[in-house]
């Protein structure tokens, strides 16, 4: 019996993926539980329409990741981050990824998460400094963060 799977079950398929199944194990396990459907000509083409669909999102996403990336690398987008400073020229305390977005948000109106951001540490110095941002999987861009004094 062909089926459909519906979700991830382990050694037989992935989420859909059309397979050829025992009768019995496809009608009493993988249709009872809703983990597989039986594989009409109509759950067929309308598994295929959600994949056209997803590749369709997919492709949007990806896109409009490449734009933000060309709106972030821009040499007029630079995040001017204030900061306290000592007597010596340091900084007290960091600056975290928090407190970029939050600075990028005020300034350019660009909503990013902190999340995104790959700062392997704070950064603890005065001065220009590169931070990736992963947009996508296949994008990062890397925007400029200027940490002055207050």
């Known amino acids: 019996m062909k089926v459909i799977f519906l979700q991830d079950v382990r050694g037989k398929g992935k989420r859909g993926e059309v397979k050829e199944m ?7 396990f993988l249709i009872k539980q809703n983990k597989a459907k039986a594989a009409t000509k109509s759950a067929i083409s309308q598994l295929n329409g959600e994949k056209k669909a997803e590749k369709k999102e997919a492709a949007e996403e990806l896109a409009n990741a490449k734009a933000l990336k060309a709106k972030l690398e821009d040499d007029k987008t630079v995040v001017e981050v204030p900061a306290k400073v000592g007597a010596d020229g340091r900084l007290f305390g960091s600056v975290s990824s928090k407190q970029i977005v939050q600075t990028m948000m005020k300034q350019h109106n660009l909503k990013i998460e902190k999340r995104k951001i790959e700062l392997p540490e ?23 963060v200027h940490v002055s004094e207050k």
Do not use: C, E, F, W
């Open 122 to 144: 704070p950064i603890k110095s005065l001065g220009y400094t590169n931070v990736p941002i992963k947009l996508h999987s296949q994008v990062t861009a890397n925007i400029r």
């Open 22 to 28: 025992p009768d019995g194990y496809a009608q009493n």
